[in-house]
């Protein structure tokens, strides 16, 4: 345990990579930090403050997950059907508001994006909607999943909770009650927010979640938030080995580190970083639904939001017409115009005015002129545009949907991929051929665990980093869980259900 760093003094990492002290880590570090090498990110920062405030979380978590253990399936209904309660309470709801439009404040003065932190009355709805299905579901907690009969003996498959499972997350205020959907399982949760929504979970948790756990009668500390803003947290969090999973969302860069963390300590990882879907137009689609798809699937910007389109060379001049009305649509339903990227070669289907036509843009910190229409590399196809209020997507026409096909399993972030077409041969290759989770015909705002599955999710994984292992890319609160194995001798009396 070092006392000091010296600047310029060399940190040698696991993988024989070294990095050099600079001098504003030298003055910051203090007795008992902890300085963490990372290959993409460098020198990682952890305060003995930080770990400490995380460490007390963890053990009161843990904790909290044993006595999970011994409540009845009908006092986490209660919480569930408490918890919707307080959010209904207009009282209640109006002092989250209140703090909320504070953050929402302070992250504008910061130029920081606001979309996903302001509280509404739809997300309100979301909330409500999704615990009062929680409390509805069937509990999930000793459920026999298989059995195998012997002459002698029985064989039992039963689901079991997992454990505490870490959530990092940025501006999103809903996932808070998303998340809780874990405890269905038995499971116990811990929470680090980004400071742009943290005051809004401080909020949330006192005047709705932990007045549910207390009604309910479950440990106050089955649902717990890291009280901390620095992103030191966050790292200390996932790289705390007593997690039984940790989940990430936010951007790709800040997931991905959070992933290598909590990988290097052994813990699963459930990562919801990087998306943007791709739309594959084929030469039976008609304009009527180009149109539709394009403007529905680009109504604000998500992960499942419409980020690349590629078109058939044989229909460009048919159909890129039709989607930039597409475009055009959802733009002015937002009240702003749009921005379009054209992949080098493809220029000769946009009016050429586009390439000169200056139009405001609306960015996290504001507004922007910016030319309507750019060129882009193809190296760059892939690239994710994380716009405020302004669409912006890429395109690019191909020879065939083969090449569109192979430009996404190469350039993607692999999450999801539809195919407008009216050719079921098409339909079928394309889905035995695309390297993604979802697969779909129609707009690309589906992927989502309350519209597709009729559960608020907890994230959705890409195949960026490779296949899932048992479970499908929606993470949802009853997707949380172990399988313990039971034997039982004939004879013994034991129940076999």
């Known amino acids: 345990m070092l006392d000091e760093l010296k600047p310029d003094s060399l940190i040698i990492a696991a993988n024989g990579e070294t990095f050099r002290v600079s001098k504003t880590l030298a003055a910051a570090f203090q007795p008992g930090d902890l300085v963490i090498p990372n290959p993409q990110h460098g020198l990682l920062h952890l305060s003995n403050t930080e770990r400490q405030i995380v460490d007390r979380t963890v053990t009161q978590s843990v904790a909290a997950f044993a006595a999970m253990q011994q409540v009845t399936d009908d006092q986490i209904t209660d919480f569930f059907r408490a918890f919707s309660a307080a959010l209904k309470n207009d009282k209640i709801w109006e002092s ?148 039984a999973l940790a989940v990430a969302r936010g951007s790709g860069d800040s997931v991905e580190l959070l992933g290598s963390l909590a990988r290097s300590v052994g813990t699963p990882v459930s990562l919801h970083g990087t998306g943007g879907a791709w739309m594959i137009i084929g030469d039976s689609a008609t304009p009527e639904i180009v149109k539709h798809c394009a403007a529905k699937s680009l109504d604000r910007k998500v992960c499942n939001t419409l980020n690349t389109c590629c078109i058939v060379a044989s229909k460009a001049v048919e159909l890129v017409p039709v989607l930039l009305d597409g475009l055009n649509e959802a733009a002015a339903k937002l009240k702003q115009d749009y921005r379009l990227h054209v992949v080098e070669g493809s220029e000769e289907f946009i009016p050429g005015e586009a390439f000169t036509r200056k139009v405001q843009i609306n960015r996290a910190d504001g507004q922007h002129e910016e030319i309507q229409a750019t060129t882009l590399a193809l190296a760059d196809i892939g690239q994710e545009w994380e716009w405020e209020n302004s669409p912006e997507m890429t395109l690019i026409i191909v020879k065939n949907l083969q090449e569109a096909i192979e430009l996404f399993n190469t350039h993607s972030p692999r999450l999801v991929a539809s195919l407008i077409s009216n050719d079921e041969h098409e339909h079928q290759h394309f889905y035995e051929t695309i390297d993604a989770p979802f697969i779909g015909d129609d707009h690309t705002r589906w992927v989502d665990g309350q519209r597709a599955l009729n559960k608020p999710e907890l994230g959705l994984s890409n195949w960026d980093n490779g296949r899932l292992l048992g479970r499908h890319a929606i993470l949802t609160g009853d997707s949380v869980y172990t399988v313990r194995v039971r034997y039982i001798e004939a004879g013994k009396g034991l129940s076999p259900t």
């Open 96 to 243: 989250i508001q209140t703090i909320n439009e504070h953050d929402v404040a302070t992250a504008t003065e910061r130029g920081r994006s606001t979309t996903r932190l302001q509280v509404s009355d739809v997300m309100r709805t979301d909330m409500i909607d999704g615990l009062r299905e929680w409390a509805e579901s069937e509990p999930s907690r000793n459920s026999v999943i298989e059995t195998i009969d012997h002459d002698q003996f029985q064989i039992q498959l039963r689901t079991a909770a997992l454990g505490v499972v870490g959530f990092v997350f940025e501006g999103r205020p809903n996932v808070l009650a998303d998340a809780c959907g874990v405890l269905r399982g038995g499971n116990t949760a811990i929470f680090r927010i980004g400071s742009d929504a943290l005051q809004t979970a401080r909020a949330m948790m006192e005047l709705a979640l932990r007045p549910a756990l207390v009604q309910s009668g479950l440990p106050t500390e089955a649902i717990a938030l890291v009280d901390s803003s620095a992103h030191a947290a966050g790292w200390a969090l996932f790289l705390d080995s007593r997690l």
